[in-house]
Structures are given as C-alpha cells and as structure tokens.
C-alpha cells in the first residue's frame, strides 16, 4: 500500500536550509505525482509544491527560488530541499500522493502524517 512518510524536519536559523524527504514504496510504479502542503499553526493547509506523474514541478509563489522539489525513483522518494527559510516557513510540512487526473489513473491519494519545520533564531 502506498503510505507517505515525511521526514527530515528541524528547527533551523532564518536563512537556513532543510531538506525534507517524503518516502511512499511503491508509488513510483503507480500514476502518481507527489505534493508537498504545510500548515501553520492556527492557519489553513496550504499547498507548496507538485512533482507530477510526468516530472513536472510547480511551487506557489511564495516559495519559487528557494525551495526545489526532485524526485528519486529508486528509492520511491521525494525531497523538497529548502533554503533561505524564513520564520513564515515554520509549519507542519505533509506529503500526498498526486493522483493523475485521468481515466488511467492508478494513484490512490494518501496523506503522510507531517514532519515540524520551525524557522527561528
């Protein structure tokens, strides 16, 4: 069954670098993508980043040119490498399966359960 599992989260200096990792086995031999989302405390879920079934990478733009979403498919992982933190980084970061929105799709969509990302000095 394909269950993310986050982690890789710290606390770390403003201007630090983290490099969060999502592992779910055996997604990479399904139609998935992967998402990063984080959640502040008292805040919403928000979206941070897509690696589609394809390769494709979106951010939102509050963090485009300092983090960078990959992808190792051996080891059926997902790395969200973030630099130049800043405090409004801090937040539970969670990973999801991207399901591809398609007739062929093989992706059932799965949470992981978050990993603390705390941006302070």
């Known amino acids: 069954q394909v269950q993310p599992v986050e982690s890789g989260g710290d606390l770390v200096q403003p201007g630090g670098s983290l490099r969060l990792s999502c592992t779910a086995p055996g997604f990479t031999s399904l139609t998935c993508g992967m998402d990063w989302y984080r959640q502040a405390a008292g805040k919403q879920r928000e979206w941070v980043s897509t690696i589609s079934f394809t390769g494709t990478t979106t951010y939102t733009d509050s963090v485009k040119g300092r983090f960078t979403i990959s992808e190792d498919g051996a080891k059926d992982t997902v790395y969200l490498q973030m630099n130049s933190l800043k405090p409004e980084d801090t937040a539970m970061y969670f990973c999801?399966?991207?399901?591809?929105?398609?007739?062929?799709?093989?992706?059932?969509?799965?949470w992981g359960r978050g990993t603390q990302v705390t941006v302070s000095s």
């Open positions: 999801k399966t991207a399901p591809l929105r398609s007739s062929v799709n093989t992706c059932p969509e799965k």
